[in-house]
């Protein structure tokens, strides 16, 4: 990035728009209080929904880490590392179809787009419960990522059109609750479900699959009937002539959000070949991304086998899921208060650091616990690893949009890094592999030594801002100084000149007005 560049991206503050942006003749008509209830509407409106929706998603997902503990594997016939590639297929299919699904989504919309990826994904879930075989284990995995496949940038997206850019930072990090709270849930729900192993001669697995896939293609139609598509077509999908904001409303939220970024009233067709010189030549950029695929990638995989590892100290296998779902119900109040840490005091590199080296250290108590024969002890590591696991990311989400110029760069900044988190779970669904159980050494060892690369890049992050601070407070105190001085010299120049020796002194008035004529006038 160019010292220009530098100077014009405040690293603790939204970029401002573009003067040749500020086309908008706007001006707020409305009050404080107008605003309040309009906003709290919207939230009580948008923000279940996306969230119900993040919840959905992370549930199909995750849900295949469950039915290992009964007895999958086993019955489909794969092993393993077949079992892995499945994984890496799930990966692959979102990151094939992310980006053909946000140009679907910014045709149609969002309320139309994110209702039908539920009912797809749904759908491929539910009918994961037919598997016989390592094809078919294969090919569903490859299509629930496809189904999948732009979900993720279409909340964060959505978000953006409906709020401002302050009020989406803090509504991403409530978004991605809906993953966190999907996490947790999955595996205390399946440790119900999965006793249902001989209901109508059929394997615990099978009803998991079954009722989880229902559940989301009963929450589409609850996206269809709610989720609004856009200012210009404030309704839903299902319900085209029922308006959810009044004609009040939608003026006081769309000219708030055009207030604060003009150019998101203007839509494109496409992004320019600028705009991507300029996303693609940001190095910044590329850092963020590689702390997403350091932080994801171990992430992933000790997502998938924490109900094994957990089973593998020595606890029943159905109650092993519902054990792995502890630290993941702890992590929402700890990622909350690093979110409000991050946002209230203006501390983004330091969350990600602290989160990172959270992170990092649960790997390296694996890796000690695992030598010892101390159940609990074992226990402990992997309900630090999952406490500390996840919320990095979307903390790390919120940095780099700080590290972009503009609307557009921001976008293209937003895709490359979801990217990059999909593109972690490839590599990730390798590192516990069959050779290596059940004390996985390996696999802890590459993550501690892949969080390390990752926790190196934050800090050499945190340090280049704490750089672009200092160099801006310097030229900020270079031109106060300037103008101070500018200022010092018209004062002289106002000011009369001194008395000299053949010039007659100031004359000066007494109490009574009248002159008083020094006697040392020549």
């Not at 269809?224 to 598509?229: A, H, N, S, V």
Request: with cysteine; aromatic share 14%; proline share 4%.
């Amino acid at each position: 990035m160019t010292t220009s560049d530098d100077k014009s991206v405040d690293p603790d503050h939204y970029s401002a728009p573009k003067d040749d942006e500020e086309v908008l003749t706007l001006y707020r008509d409305w009050t404080r209080d107008e605003e309040v209830r309009a906003k709290r509407k919207l939230d009580f409106i948008i923000m279940p929904l996306l969230f119900l929706g993040f919840f959905c998603l992370q549930l199909d997902r995750g849900n295949i880490s469950n039915a290992i503990t009964d007895k999958f594997m086993e019955d489909v016939g794969i092993t393993q590392n077949q079992f892995n590639v499945g994984q890496q297929m799930l990966s692959l299919g979102i990151v094939l179809f992310e980006i053909p699904s946000n140009m679907i989504l910014y045709r149609v919309g969002p309320g139309k787009w994110l209702t039908l990826q539920l009912f797809l994904f749904g759908t491929v879930s539910t009918f994961q419960a037919f598997q016989t075989n390592y094809g078919s284990f294969i090919a569903t995995r490859f299509l629930l990522g496809m189904t999948e496949s732009g979900f993720i940038p279409g909340g964060l997206w959505t978000l953006s059109t409906w709020y401002t850019r302050k009020e989406t930072a803090k509504r991403v990090m409530i978004f991605y609750f809906g993953n966190q709270f999907g996490q947790a849930s999955s595996k205390l729900l399946a440790y119900g479900i999965l006793h249902m192993r001989g209901v109508a001669g059929r394997s615990g697995w099978f009803w998991l699959f079954t009722i989880m896939g229902i559940f989301t293609v009963f929450c589409g139609f609850i996206l269809g009937f709610f989720l609004p598509d856009s200012f210009k077509h404030p309704q839903s999908t299902f319900l085209p002539g029922v308006n959810l904001f009044t004609e009040r409303e939608l003026h006081i939220l769309q000219s708030r959000v055009l207030l604060d970024d003009p150019m998101k009233g203007k839509k494109k067709r496409r992004i320019g070949q600028a705009a991507f010189r300029k996303a693609f030549s940001n190095w910044r950029l590329y850092v963020h991304v590689l702390i997403t695929l350091s932080n994801n990638g171990p992430q992933r995989a000790f997502d998938t086998y924490a109900p094994t590892l957990v089973n593998g100290f020595g606890f029943a296998a159905l109650t092993s899921n519902a054990m792995a779902s502890v630290g993941l119900f702890l992590q929402i109040p700890v990622s909350f208060a690093f979110s409000y840490v991050s946002d209230h005091f203006n501390k983004r590199g330091e969350t990600v650091i602290a989160g990172f080296s959270m992170h990092l250290l649960g790997y390296v108590f694996n890796r000690i616990f695992t030598e010892i024969n101390l159940r609990g002890l074992r226990y402990f590591g992997v309900v630090w690893t999952q406490t500390f696991g996840t919320f990095s990311h979307p903390l790390n989400i919120t940095w780099m949009s700080l590290a972009c110029g503009d609307s557009e760069e921001r976008a293209l900044a937003m895709a490359m890094v979801i990217m990059g988190a999909n593109i972690a779970g490839i590599y990730g669904a390798q590192i516990f592999r069959s050779d290596d159980k059940p004390r996985y050494r390996r696999g802890f060892s590459i993550n501690i030594a892949v969080l390390t690369i990752g926790l190196s890049l934050a800090v050499i992050r945190y340090i280049d801002d704490r750089l672009r601070r200092r160099r801006r407070g310097n030229a900020s105190q270079i031109q106060d100084d300037s103008a101070s001085e500018r200022n010092a010299h018209s004062d002289d120049d106002l000011k009369a000149p001194p008395p000299s020796d053949v010039q007659p002194q100031t004359v000066l008035i007494d109490a009574d007005f009248k002159p008083n004529v020094s006697v040392a006038v020549k």
